[in-house]
């Protein structure tokens, strides 16, 4: 049985009291309890039971992992037991749907203004934290926000005057992602290109990044697939997961900006030791040597 909700479980068995009650003590691996099946053994003495797996009363707030639980059935008429089913219960987190926003998409730091991050579909009434990361490096800012009953938020950064982004911007010309997290761990990122001075030039590329497929199962092997344009030309790509943990991998791009490379799993790949461990959202991001760079989000499954 995997995640919060599976739909349901069958229990069959005999030598129950014919037309009787039946009860179920159960384990999922954290508690203990007893349930009402609200069904009854036939004329027989047999059960054929469909059980909802919410039953199992795993809830949302379960730690991912492997749970070893048990089911017996109870005769309500004799108060007799059952023989004991052992059960395993693996809790996974869905994907997330949330997401983020940033604007303006440009910034020029010796011009100030304000860098607005807005966000939807995180925990309702969270607190989130931020990190900024810029081409293979990460900063954790000294700044939170909180999410709405609706699990949105709006939040901004004023520039330059000792905002919590100065020490990025003021150094940085180049494409700037921030990553917002809640409590639950759920995440979502949004970019903007960066000029150090007042004034430059049109952002040289749009680089984006795509992969495919957008979900992963570690266990039964794969290849994860990146393509990338809107790079710089003939340049060499390096690539990092979660911003903070380089590949020894790259690539280079082909007259157009565009490549594309593989990533096979497991099999001493470069992402096993990553995506053996991992059970939610990961994050490639590719910079190239101009520092223009993008990120693209799958989920995994340990």
């Known amino acids: 049985m995997t995640g919060y909700n599976p739909s349901s479980f069958t229990i069959t068995g005999s030598g129950f009291t014919p037309n009787g009650g039946i009860g179920l003590n159960i384990s999922n691996g954290i508690t203990s309890f007893t349930a009402v099946s609200n069904t009854t053994a036939d004329s027989n003495g047999n059960i054929n039971i469909t059980v909802p797996s919410s039953i199992l009363n795993i ?10 639980g048990s089911i017996e059935a109870i005769d309500s008429t004799t108060g007799i037991k059952s023989n004991t089913i052992n059960i395993t219960i693996t809790v996974t987190l869905p994907p997330t749907s949330a997401s983020l926003s940033v604007s303006p998409s440009t910034t020029y730091y010796s011009s100030g203004g304000t860098v607005t991050f807005t966000g939807s579909g995180f925990a309702p009434n969270s607190e989130i934290a931020f990190t900024a990361y810029y081409g293979n490096s990460a900063q954790i800012l ?4 909180t999410t709405d009953s609706n699990g949105n938020f709006s939040e901004g950064f004023n520039y330059p005057g000792g905002g ?3 020490g990025i911007m003021a150094s940085y010309t180049g494409t700037i ?13 949004a970019s903007w290109y960066n000029y150090t001075g007042s004034s430059g030039t049109a952002p040289p590329t749009s680089a984006s990044l795509s992969v495919s497929p957008s979900t992963t ?5 794969g290849t994860l ?3 990338g344009s809107g790079f710089a030309p003939n340049s060499t790509v390096t690539f990092s997961v979660n911003y903070l943990t380089p590949l020894p991998a790259t690539t280079t791009t082909d007259s157009n900006g565009n490549f594309s490379i593989k990533f096979n799993y497991p099999g001493g790949g ?4 990553i995506m053996s461990q991992i059970t939610g959202n990961i994050t490639m991001t590719a910079v190239d040597n101009s520092n223009n ?3 693209a989000t799958w989920y995994n499954y340990a």
């Open 177 to 189: 992602t921030m990553y917002a997290t809640d409590d639950k761990g759920t995440s979502a990122s």
């Open 164 to 166: 919590v982004l100065d």
């Open 293 to 295: 760079s993008a990120s």
């Open 225 to 227: 697939t990146f393509t």
């Open 59 to 68: 809830g949302s707030n379960t730690p991912t992992g492997a749970y070893n």
């Open 142 to 145: 000294p700044a939170t926000a």
């Open 217 to 221: 199962y570690y266990s039964s092997g």
């Open 270 to 273: 470069v992402l096993d030791s």
